[in-house]
Structures are given as structure tokens and as C-alpha cells.
């Protein structure tokens, strides 16, 4: 399997990030967060996030980039989170694939020009189907055949980040 993750990392010598991308979507649990939750004894829930995503997050708006969280996880702190970055966010969707194809068609971009990144075996479909997907450095090795580019940070790591860079050094 590493041999795989290797295959797909992003190198000086192999930059493959398109200058053409016109959304980038990214999935919340497992990429802006490290896939964990704190549950306390009342029954609520809360994850850690990176800072430094956020001013990923920042610096790819500022530059004109639609984005948007496209989650499986419905949960308030997801809501919050979006609401804080000013991202759109879609969660509870059990059929990521076919919301987004139906989200792009009726904003008619072009799934080759969306950049996803995801972490786990629900955002494979999404992965397939767009022309640049992307995931962290510790996504499921489900999915790892998928991405064009593996990060290499993990999710609630900095990947956000490392990611809305990438993305906004092709721009240029």
C-alpha cells in the first residue's frame, strides 16, 4: 500500500495542481477535523479544528474561489464551523455523488473543474467524479486510488491548508 500512497504524492517534480478550478469542495470530518469526537457525559460532542485552515480557507475567498463543506455528518459544530469560515455548508447528505452532480448542474460547472477533498470511503463517489480529487495524508486506503494528490498533512493537521495553498500557488 505505500508503494500506492508514493504514486500519487504530490512532488516539487510533479506539482499536477490545474489552474482551472472553479469550486473546491471539501468534506468536514476526517479533513478539518483529525476524525475524532469528544463525547461528554450529557451527550455532547465536540472536535478540534486548525486555525491555519482557516486562513486557508481565508485566502482562497479573497481570491474569488467558490467553496463549499459538503458533509454525511449532520451536527451543529459543522454548521457553527462553516458559519465562522463563511463557506456554504451542506451536511446530512447520505448521497454525496448525487447531490453534488445535481448542486453543479444547477450552477453548470463542470465537474472537471472541482476540486474535492476527502478522507474516507463516503467521499469516494465524489472522488470519481470530479477532476481533481485530492485527500489527506491519512485518508482510508480505500480511497487513496482515487486521489490525483495525496497531501501530506492529515486531516485537523493543516491539510485544509496545505490544500487552499496549492491551490492558490497554481492560480498564479
Not at 475524532?36 to 474569488?64: H, M, Q
Request: with cysteine; hydrophobic share 40%.
Amino acid at each position: 500500500m505505500q508503494k500506492m500512497v508514493k504514486k500519487f504524492m504530490q512532488t516539487p517534480s510533479n506539482p499536477m495542481w490545474p489552474s482551472d478550478i472553479q469550486l473546491a469542495v471539501f468534506d468536514f470530518d476526517g479533513v478539518m477535523t483529525d476524525n475524532t469526537v469528544k463525547v461528554f457525559a450529557d451527550g455532547s460532542e465536540y472536535v478540534e479544528v486548525n486555525r491555519s485552515d482557516g486562513l486557508g480557507i481565508d485566502a482562497l475567498r479573497n481570491a474569488g474561489m467558490p467553496m463549499m463543506v459538503l458533509s454525511t455528518e449532520k451536527h451543529p459544530v459543522v454548521a457553527a464551523r462553516c458559519k465562522k469560515l463563511q463557506i456554504p455548508c451542506h451536511q446530512g447528505i447520505g448521497d454525496k455523488r448525487s447531490y453534488l452532480e445535481a448542486y453543479l448542474n444547477e450552477q453548470k460547472i463542470d465537474p472537471k473543474h472541482v476540486a474535492y477533498l476527502g478522507n474516507d470511503t463516503n467521499d469516494l463517489a465524489c472522488l470519481q467524479f470530479v477532476g481533481f480529487p485530492v485527500v489527506v495524508a491519512d485518508a482510508h486506503p480505500d480511497v487513496l486510488s482515487a486521489a490525483k494528490i495525496v497531501l501530506k498533512k492529515k486531516g485537523g493537521d493543516g491539510a485544509v491548508r496545505e490544500f487552499c495553498d496549492k491551490l492558490l500557488a497554481a492560480r498564479k
